[in-house]
């Protein structure tokens, strides 16, 4: 089921072909991005230049997509020239590493309906990086993305919302491609505070299991308390 493409972990940086980078910092080796926009910080994340080439450090205590990738995570879709639809982009630590990555030919919709936090991603990042395009809009509302065209490669998705599940399948009929990748992360305790955490993302994956053909679950601990992720792929 998982045959496609394996992410290899301990990456030389003469294998330029890869999307993200192993970088020797402090002593330790450490997960990067290269840089889109040479010089720019996006939350005081250290820079790094090897060869000429600057990367960023990508801190997978900020970043749950980091997090996942330090957890084993074995399908990792983004690439360059992917597009991709964020929902939840707040002020966009995760989107800027995507952005990295997709390059100056990928996209990145991001929404975010907190009209504060999106101007911060907007002064932090979308301001900074053409590939990225802000959506102000709440994500219950698709059909109000003017600015998104066609259909994108992947959908990601953390808005910590109770019904964040339903919210992010209605994107997906939308706007993901047939076969296209979906990452879902689910903050247990924002869906029911009762519940066990186990329960709760049980009852997502069978949400998900209805369009979709899940690929893994990612429990994020230890560097996000009471997050997984679910990524899966679009059957439609
Ligand atoms: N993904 C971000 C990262 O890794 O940097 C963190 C996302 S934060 C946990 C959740 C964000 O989703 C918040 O900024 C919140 O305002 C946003 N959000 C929640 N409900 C939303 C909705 N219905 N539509 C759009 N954004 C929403």
């Known amino acids: 089921m998982l045959k496609e493409i394996k992410i290899k972990r301990e990456q030389s940086l003469k294998e330029d072909s890869y999307e993200f980078f192993w970088i020797n910092s402090d002593g330790e080796k450490k997960l990067a991005t290269q840089n889109l926009v040479i010089g720019n910080q996006v939350y005081k994340e250290k820079l790094i230049t090897k060869k000429g080439i600057e990367y960023r450090l990508w801190d997978p205590f900020r970043s749950k997509l980091a997090a996942a990738i330090m957890n084993e995570l074995e399908i990792f879709p983004f690439k360059n020239k992917s597009t991709v639809l964020y929902l939840g982009v707040s002020t966009g630590t995760t989107a800027s590493h995507i952005s990295d990555i997709v390059g100056s030919t990928g996209i990145v919709f991001g929404v975010e309906h907190a009209s504060r936090v999106a101007r ?16 102000l809009q709440d994500a219950r509302r698709p059909k109000e993305y003017f600015s998104v065209f066609g259909k994108v490669d992947i959908v ?13 399948i209605e994107n997906c009929k939308m706007y993901l491609k047939n076969d296209g990748y979906f990452f879902l992360v689910i903050k247990t305790r924002s ?6 955490p186990k329960r709760i993302i049980e009852e997502e994956i069978e949400k998900v299991k209805e369009y979709f053909e899940i690929l893994q679950v990612i429990d994020l601990h230890p560097y996000d308390k009471d ?6 792929k679009f059957l439609k």
């Open 120 to 135: 911060d991603f907007l002064d932090r990042v979308a301001s900074h990086r053409t590939n990225v395009i802000p959506i």
């Open 156 to 168: 990601y998705v953390d808005i910590a919302q109770p019904d964040q599940t339903n919210i992010a």
């Open 191 to 196: 869906i029911d505070v009762v519940k066990s």
């Open 227 to 232: 997050h997984a992720m679910i990524i899966a």
